[in-house]
């Protein structure tokens, strides 16, 4: 029985060359559904590490209850009150409770690359903010003096916008700033961002003494239950607590599921078509041998070895498809950055990051086509009628 | 001489639609183990058709093929596979090899449905390129084979397994007269000197000749001839 179909098996394969054409138009079309998938699943990878890579364990995110994005949120003077007074809270060698209030606010930028406007977070902070971001440090420059129309900018924000070099002056909608310093945390999506003094921000628009997120550093990362627990039991406090990292992976979540919502089907719908492709380049392959095979079959082969032929070729030019869409994809994109709208509609910078999962969802996905699309054919070499070995070619 | 083939009240139709169309109806003879039987007659008499009626290719309608006690006509399609691979070499008018492999490895084919080792095939594939004269075109596809030589390794393959009877349908028939004549002496010194029964179709009197006898099939009965073979 092997002899059988490997017998059959080389022979379809070596005649693949009679059918160069249609071969060939399946084997690109698999590997276009294979590096659309991988794109879009290398993105939200991508963008998930990124986003996954920032937060602390020991810090914890207060936005209003089920306002998921700091932009959605609003929380009075008074919520920040009882939070710098609440269990669980580290405080500074002075005794200050290292709490924020944070205000987040979007202005327009321009792109380097595109020269168009694009979506900046502009975010207002008082001096306990940076001491809830590990790793911050000033690049070039100093902190802007509180009270001041003065800006620090993300190190991602001056490599991808323009017009935010140092000591220049800005318009930001109706206001003017000056850039006074640049700021690093390490890579975290708040290099994507703007910083100015929260009290600047609240006069300039109009948000009274209200915030929108309220950070606190906590005494350790056990110490979110306390937190929690004190929201829980304090009827004028309305929020969801959670640590930074969760917050992050919860923001990653959403955006990275949405581009694999819009992936997946894409790349199903271009599949469904690549299939068709596959059937009928199998189908014609099936009838060009059409007389092989009833000559084999008149020998004695059995219908189930000219099947199998059939459907391993079909299996083949799928491989070699989705090998070759895997393949330029991670040549194509793997590393290479890219910024997109965070959620909050903010650009994060992040890289494609095509992983050993995702080249296995697009092999998979390959060979399901190649399955189906040779499915019906391999069925009908099964069942070629023996008395077409007389047919003259 | 004891019979190979017992044919019983053979008859075979087509329906097509509505219409049924009878080929040939209640055919009854023997064919001797050790014949050379040419059988000729009008296009469209029915000559491909008793062929694969004898090869187990094709089912009568009606009627038994009965070969050395096996009843063909009654073999699943399963066993019926297995039988023609042990008991029947095909000869065909357009040659029907595979155009990717080498002459040995059509002539291979037969043997893979077989028990015998890689070793085991590649001497009997020797011997059978050898039967035909073409030991030395082994490696050669058949895109770079003349029609006869192409004739030869279908012959080579049709024998290799070492089958009862060769059934050849027009084996000559796409060929010129010297290739034909080749083929003919090779068919009749498998015959004579291997002993394989062959039954051959054929519309040329030239080639029949060859044979040990002529049946001539006309709508749908069978006139007996025999004669001299040709030297
Ligand atoms: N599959 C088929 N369906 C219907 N009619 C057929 C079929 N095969 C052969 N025939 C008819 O049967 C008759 C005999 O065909 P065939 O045996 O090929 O004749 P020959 O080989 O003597 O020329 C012809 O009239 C042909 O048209
Ligand atoms: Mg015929």
Redesign the interface.
């Known amino acids: 029985m092997f002899?059988?179909i490997?017998?059959v098996t080389?022979?379809n394969l070596?005649?693949i060359p009679q059918r160069a054409g249609l071969s060939l138009a399946t084997i690109i079309s698999i590997a276009l559904v294979t590096g659309v998938l991988l794109g879009f699943l290398a993105m939200s990878n991508g963008f998930r590490a990124t986003l996954q890579g920032t937060g602390s364990e020991s810090v914890a995110v207060m936005l209003r209850a089920g306002s998921q994005a700091e932009l959605n949120s609003g929380l009075s003077s008074d919520q920040v009150r009882l939070i710098e007074e609440a269990p669980g809270i580290a405080r500074d060698a002075e005794g200050a409770p290292l709490v924020s209030g944070e205000l987040f606010v979007i202005v327009d930028g321009i792109k380097r690359s595109s020269q168009t406007e694009a979506n900046l977070p502009l975010r207002g902070v008082g001096t306990q903010a940076l001491a809830l971001r590990d790793g911050f440090q000033m690049v070039e420059g100093r902190m802007f003096e509180p009270g001041t129309n003065e800006l620090v900018v993300g190190a991602g924000v001056i490599r991808e916008f323009s017009n935010f070099d140092l000591g220049e002056t800005i318009r930001l909608g109706p206001n003017e700033w000056v850039i006074v310093g640049i700021f690093s945390t390490g890579g975290s999506v708040f290099d994507s961002e703007i910083w100015a003094d929260i009290a600047v921000i609240q006069n300039l628009y109009n948000r009274g003494t209200g915030v929108q997120s309220i950070r606190a550093r906590l005494t350790s990362p056990e110490a979110i239950t306390e937190l929690q627990a004190y929201e829980e039991g304090e009827p004028r406090l309305n929020l969801d607590v959670q640590s930074e990292t969760d917050f992050f992976a919860g923001q990653a979540g959403g955006t990275a599921v949405l581009i694999e919502i819009i992936g997946w089907p894409l790349a199903i719908v271009m599949a469904i078509g690549a299939l068709a492709g596959a059937w009928n380049t199998m189908y014609s392959s099936v009838d060009t041998r059409m007389?092989?095979i009833a000559?084999?079959?008149?020998?004695?082969?059995?219908?189930f070895a000219a099947a199998v032929g059939t459907m391993v070729e079909s299996l083949v030019l799928a491989a070699i498809g989705g090998l070759v869409g895997a393949g330029a994809t991670y040549l194509v994109f793997n590393g290479v950055s890219a910024s997109t709208l965070g959620s909050g509609f903010t650009q994060v910078v992040f890289s494609f990051a095509v992983t050993g999962g995702s080249v296995l969802a697009g092999m998979i996905m390959a060979v399901i086509i190649g399955f189906f699309g040779g499915l019906v054919p391999a069925i009908r070499s099964a069942y070629v009628p023996?008395?077409t070995?007389?047919?003259?070619? | 001489m004891t019979s190979l083939y017992t044919l019983t009240d053979l008859s075979k139709g087509y329906t097509r639609g509505k219409e049924s169309i009878t080929i040939f109806e209640e055919l009854t003879m023997t064919i001797p183990e050790g014949d050379f039987m040419a059988i000729m007659g009008p296009s469209g008499s029915g000559k491909t058709t008793l062929l694969n009626l004898l090869g187990g290719i094709d089912r009568p309608t009606s009627g038994s093929v009965e070969c050395q006690g096996v009843r063909v006509d009654k073999l699943s399609e399963g066993k019926l596979a297995k039988w023609r691979s042990q008991n029947v070499g095909f000869i065909f008018q357009f040659y029907n090899l595979m155009p990717t492999l080498t002459a040995a490895q059509n002539v291979e084919l037969p043997l893979l449905l077989t028990g015998l080792s890689g070793k085991q095939r590649k001497e009997r594939v020797a011997t059978a390129l050898d039967i035909v004269g073409l030991a030395d075109r082994k490696g050669h596809r058949p895109r770079q084979l003349s029609g006869g030589q192409q004739q030869r390794v279908a012959i080579a393959r049709a024998i290799v397994a070492d089958p009862k009877v060769l059934l050849c349908d027009e084996p000559t028939g796409d060929l010129d007269r010297k290739s034909a004549d080749e083929i003919l002496e090779t068919l009749q010194l498998l015959n004579k000197d291997l002993g394989k029964t062959i039954v051959m179709v054929t519309h040329d009197p030239s080639a029949a000749r060859y044979a040990r006898r002529e049946l001539h099939l006309d709508k749908g009965r069978f006139v007996e001839q025999v004669q001299e073979p040709a030297q």
């Open positions: 002899n059988q490997g017998a080389m022979i070596r005649s007389r092989e000559t084999l079959r008149a020998i004695g082969f059995s219908g023996l008395l070995v007389h047919r003259s070619e």
